[in-house]
C-alpha cells in the first residue's frame, strides 16, 4: 500500500528564513501523482501543486520551490523568506490515478513567528 | 469564481442519530470526494462521485453514505452517529477523475 510520510510535526522559524519541510513517500506504482496542500487555521485545504512521477523538474514559484527525487522517494517544499502568513499546516498526499483517492501524510505544523 | 461550498460549517449532535452534509462544486466541477479529518487518523478518503456514480471507496462503515446529484453536487449522511465520528469533513471537487482537486472549508461535526 502506498504510504506517505511527513517526519516534521511541527517547525517554527523567524519570518525571512528559509524552511523546507520534508516529504517522503512509498509506492510500487510506476505512475503516481505527489502534491502539496496549505491548511490555514479556516481548514479549506489549498492546492499547491501537482507533479506526476515522470517528471523530476524541480519547479519554482515565487517563494515556493519544490524539489522531486525520484532515488529517494522524497517530494519537499522549500519557502524561502517565509512570511507569518505562510503559518499553516502542510500536506504531501500521494494518488496513482492523478486524484483520488488522495492519501495524505499527517501533515506539518509551520509557525512563522514575526 | 465561486469556490467549493460546505454546509453547515458546524453541527453538534448526538450518538445515535444521523446527519447530512452538503457540497456545492465549484461550477464546472462533476467530481467530487469526500474526506475526514481528525486529530488521530489525519485525513482519510471517505468515497468520490462522478457523474452521479461513486468511483471510489474509502475504508469506512457502511453507516457513511454518499450520493451526487445531476448538477454535481453532493450530500454524505453517517447515521447512527458515534463519538469518534466527530471531525471536520471535507469535500472536494474537480473538473474529472484526472485532475486536481480543490477543497472546501469543510463542515465540523461534534458528537455528544
Known amino acids: 500500500a502506498q504510504k506517505v510520510t511527513q517526519a516534521q510535526t511541527e517547525i517554527s522559524v523567524v519570518e525571512k528564513e528559509d524552511v523546507t519541510l520534508d516529504c517522503v513517500y512509498e509506492?510500487?506504482?510506476?505512475?503516481?501523482?505527489l502534491f502539496w496542500y496549505k491548511q490555514p487555521p479556516s481548514g479549506e485545504l489549498v492546492f499547491l501543486i501537482r507533479?506526476?512521477?515522470?517528471?523530476?523538474q524541480n519547479e519554482i514559484s515565487g517563494r515556493y520551490s519544490w524539489n522531486f527525487q525520484k532515488s529517494t522517494s522524497s517530494f519537499n517544499f522549500t519557502i524561502t523568506a517565509s512570511q507569518v502568513v505562510d503559518s499553516a499546516v502542510y500536506f504531501c498526499?500521494?494518488?496513482?490515478?492523478?486524484?483520488?483517492?488522495?492519501?495524505f501524510g499527517k501533515g506539518t505544523r509551520l509557525s512563522v513567528i514575526a | 469564481k465561486a469556490g467549493v461550498t460546505q454546509t453547515p460549517r458546524y453541527l453538534i449532535k448526538t450518538r445515535g442519530q444521523q446527519v447530512t452534509l452538503s457540497c456545492s462544486p465549484i461550477?464546472?466541477?462533476?467530481?467530487v470526494s469526500w474526506y475526514q479529518q481528525t486529530p488521530g487518523q489525519g485525513l482519510q478518503f471517505l468515497f468520490e462521485?462522478?457523474?452521479?456514480?461513486?468511483?471510489n471507496k474509502g475504508n469506512f462503515p457502511g453507516r457513511f453514505s454518499g450520493r451526487q446529484f445531476s448538477n454535481s453536487r453532493s450530500e454524505m449522511n453517517v447515521s447512527t452517529l458515534e463519538l469518534g465520528d466527530s471531525a471536520l469533513y471535507l469535500c472536494?471537487?474537480?473538473?474529472?477523475?484526472?485532475?486536481?482537486?480543490?477543497f472546501g472549508d469543510g463542515t465540523r461535526l461534534s458528537i455528544l
Open positions: 472536494a471537487s474537480s473538473l474529472g477523475p484526472t485532475q486536481p482537486q480543490h
Open positions: 507533479r506526476n512521477s515522470f517528471d523530476e
Open positions: 498526499a500521494y494518488s496513482f490515478s492523478g486524484n483520488t483517492p488522495l492519501v
Open positions: 462521485y462522478f457523474s452521479e456514480t461513486q468511483r
Open positions: 509506492t510500487r506504482d510506476t505512475t503516481y501523482y
Open positions: 461550477s464546472g466541477h462533476r467530481s
